[in-house]
């Protein structure tokens, strides 16, 4: 949806697992700390709040993780790229050597 509307993607977790530098009250905070727990990014953002935060609590739900090691995972907003198989062409002559398939050696 960004790209169709001319928005560049904002890459928000590092490849260390913390939030970036620039993001106001969590930059450079860890989304998880070494055990897989939550960061402190919660109790950064209520102590900002303190005087306009009307309401805050946990909301329970099922969060991606390891089908291995149980450990949940980061979502990174990631550079790719993919080659669509649905348009696939098959190669111009010029790209096949003339010998191939000549005496079974392919």
């Given amino acids: 949806m960004c790209k169709q509307h001319g928005i560049d993607p904002v890459f928000v977790v590092q490849p260390d697992g913390k939030y970036r530098a620039d993001w106001p009250l969590v930059g450079a905070r860890h989304v ?8 402190d990014k919660k109790a950064v953002v209520c102590d900002a709040l303190e005087d306009a935060l009307l309401a805050a609590s946990d909301y329970p739900h099922s969060y991606p993780h390891s089908w291995r090691s149980k450990a949940k ?22 790209a096949v050597p003339s010998r191939a398939g000549e005496d079974g050696g392919g």
């Fill in 32 to 39: 998880y700390d070494v055990n897989g727990k939550p960061g």
């Fill in 73 to 94: 995972l980061i979502f990174r907003c990631t550079p790719q790229w993919f080659v669509p198989m649905d348009r696939a062409t098959p190669p111009p002559p010029s």
